[in-house]
Nanobody
């Protein structure tokens, strides 16, 4: 399994920005894509965004399109999630994950997960 370490969470006011980072321990060819998911209290974990290592194809949940941007640095084995125009409903624990499968929007496709980082957006 790939070891993943997230950073960059915190408390921000509505309309503000945060950038999350996720660094993988292994060389990137071992996984097909990296994804970001989030889980709010009492809710199921939901897909936020994903990016393929080769080609950099991106995928977004409708709720974050136009506000969040996922990117990758292959040399650093790192994936970023730039979050702009944050809303209180974006408050959740954010997880990065790695998958070898093509169904990148499904949590069940991912076999490696980070420990999560809290994002809190105040109104």
């Amino acid at each position: 399994q790939v070891q993943l370490v997230e950073s960059g969470g915190g408390l921000v006011q509505a309309g503000g920005s945060l950038r999350l980072s996720c660094t993988a321990s292994e060389r990137t060819f071992s996984s097909y894509a990296m994804g970001w998911f989030r889980q709010a209290p009492g809710k199921e974990r939901e897909f936020v965004a994903a990016i393929t290592w080769r080609g950099g194809r991106t995928y977004y949940a409708d709720s974050v399109k136009g506000r969040f941007t996922i990117s990758r640095d292959i040399a650093e084995n790192t994936v970023y999630l730039q979050m702009n125009s944050l809303k209180p409903e974006d408050t959740a624990v954010y997880y990065c994950a790695a998958t070898r499968l093509y169904a990148v929007v499904l949590p069940a496709s991912y076999d490696s997960w980070g420990q999560g980082t809290q994002v809190t957006v105040s109104s």
